[in-house]
């Protein structure tokens, strides 16, 4: 529903952020990957977001990378995993700690996290087995925020994962996104 937030930041009290957008505040947490590269309180900020709505609550998360917002999606999946869990994850580990660990099968490095017992490593290192060590390794981890936004714009538009990672290869490495969409699709109909 929420899928970004554009706006100054007006508070910052680790994890939770209040974000101005046009004079609307929205009460963010994020990992603390996120909030240590945050700007100064009253600068622009921009933060893709993860909407969760509750019986007794709606909460926003917020994320500086569109990969850190998958790995906390991936994390909701799993069974016993709530939003908390997710976020102390991703506060503990970065993206490609977390990838490797789980490529590696390395549980020690969950129960170093705050909240993760000997169970719930074993149980996040099962579930997320092939869905997150294996994007450490493909060109689509590696890719810029752009490039991401423009593969996510050519398989909404029903090219499969072959086609639009060919059409990626042929992009310059700083191009846009509606420029790289516009180049993507003229490459694709050659």
Do not use: W
Not at 12 to 34: F, I, Q, R, W
Not at 119 to 140: C, H, I, M, V, Y
């Amino acid at each position: 529903m929420i899928g970004q937030l554009s706006g100054t930041l007006v508070q910052k009290n680790p994890p939770d952020l209040l974000v101005d957008c046009h004079g609307v505040g929205y009460e963010v947490a994020v990992p603390m990957s996120t909030f240590y590269n945050l700007p100064a309180v009253g600068q622009p900020v921009t933060l893709l977001t993860h909407f969760v709505v509750r019986e007794d609550a709606q909460l926003l998360y917020g994320f500086a990378t569109a990969a850190e917002r998958e790995a906390f999606r991936q994390l909701l999946k799993i069974s016993g995993v709530g939003p908390r869990i997710a976020l102390a994850v991703l506060s503990g580990l970065s993206v490609t700690e977390l990838a490797q660990a789980v490529t590696a099968q390395d549980g020690g490095r969950l129960v170093k996290v705050p909240g993760i017992g000997k169970k719930t490593a074993e149980r996040l290192l099962l579930e997320l087995k092939g869905k997150l060590g294996a994007e450490l390794g493909s060109p689509r981890a590696a890719a810029s925020d752009a490039q991401a936004d423009i593969e996510q714009a050519l398989l909404a538009l029903g090219y499969n994962d072959k086609e639009a990672a060919a059409a990626l290869k042929a992009l310059p490495a700083d191009v846009g996104v509606s420029e790289g969409i516009k180049l993507a699709l003229k490459a694709l109909a050659r």
